[in-house]
């Protein structure tokens, strides 16, 4: 029995050397490769999506308008929000698509006027992760769920702090509960659906909702 004892042992051993070998791929992967695309070339037609695999959707930051078939091109410097999206090609087009967008002092609601400039030297983009900290000091984390997200807005001190949600069209609902600090709702939008296509969220947040309008 002691020959069988020993091997057994040094089998063991061998396997948990090899376990902690193994690295976390997802280190490896940077999601804004491929993002980089213009009319005049496509080079990959991706955006920086955050997402488990098989997950319902994903996460991604917003570069262009709600509609465009790129959400994310790396040339440009402005976000406008950042997005829960179903997307799987740009010549698709998105269907069911919110965003969310920090803003710190002043209150936009346009989506072509509270764009805010940013630095790719201040992004990290890996499928299980996102971040970036806009040039307002206003810092964005992204974690994806299976079926949805964690996001965290890290807003500058000694400045009035906003979140707007856009669901981007008028068949989209809200309905807002300052005591829980929960908001529910669903969009209704979509290129190519006559009645749009319904995505229905709830939002909870750790801190008060202090003031809303619709």
Same mark, same amino acid.
Request: overall charge positive.
């Given at each position: 029995?002691?020959?069988?004892?020993?091997?057994?042992?040094? *089998?063991?051993?061998?396997?948990?050397?090899?376990?902690?070998?193994?690295?976390?791929?997802?280190?490896?992967?940077?999601? +804004?490769?491929?993002?980089?695309?213009?009319?005049?070339?496509?080079?990959?037609?991706?955006?920086?999506?955050?997402?488990?695999?098989?997950?319902?959707?994903?996460?991604?930051?917003?570069?262009?308008?709600?509609?465009?078939?790129?959400?994310?091109?790396?040339?440009?410097?402005?976000? #406008?929000?950042?997005?829960?999206?179903?997307?799987?090609?740009?010549?698709?087009?998105?269907?069911?698509?919110?965003? +969310?967008?920090?803003?710190?002092?002043?209150?936009?609601?346009?989506?072509?006027? #509270?764009?805010?400039?940013?630095?790719?030297?201040?992004?990290?983009?890996?499928? !299980?992760?996102?971040?970036?900290?806009? @040039? !307002?000091?206003?810092?964005?984390? *992204?974690?994806?769920?299976? #079926?949805?997200?964690?996001?965290?807005?890290?807003?500058?001190?000694?400045?009035?702090?906003? +979140?707007?949600? @856009?669901?981007?069209? #008028?068949?989209?609902?809200?309905? *807002?509960?300052?005591?829980?600090?929960? *908001?529910?709702?669903?969009?209704?939008?979509?290129?190519?659906?006559?009645?749009?296509?319904?995505?229905?969220?709830?939002?909870?947040?750790?801190?008060?909702?202090?003031?809303?309008?619709?």
């Amino acid at each position: 029995m002691k020959p069988k004892f020993l091997t057994t042992i040094l *089998i063991c051993l061998v396997a948990k050397g090899l376990l902690a070998q193994q690295k976390d791929l997802v280190n490896y992967v940077n999601t +804004l490769q491929g993002t980089n695309s213009k009319h005049e070339l496509t080079r990959g037609n991706t955006y920086p999506t955050t997402a488990l695999p098989f997950g319902m959707h994903t996460w991604t930051p917003q570069t262009g308008k709600n509609g465009d078939g790129w959400k994310y091109q790396y040339f440009k410097d402005k976000i #406008r929000g950042f997005q829960q999206a179903h997307q799987c090609s740009s010549w698709s087009r998105d269907y069911a698509v919110f965003s +969310l967008m920090p803003m710190v002092d002043q209150l936009v609601v346009d989506e072509n006027k #509270r764009e805010t400039k940013f630095s790719h030297a201040n992004e990290i983009a890996k499928p !299980n992760y996102y971040k970036v900290k806009l @040039d !307002n000091e206003i810092t964005t984390e *992204i974690s994806p769920s299976e #079926r949805g997200a964690h996001l965290r807005f890290s807003y500058p001190k000694c400045k009035k702090s906003f +979140l707007v949600l @856009d669901g981007y069209t #008028r068949l989209s609902g809200v309905q *807002i509960y300052p005591k829980e600090n929960k *908001i529910t709702g669903y969009v209704n939008n979509g290129e190519g659906f006559k009645k749009g296509w319904k995505s229905y969220f709830v939002l909870k947040f750790d801190q008060p909702i202090k003031a809303y309008g619709t």
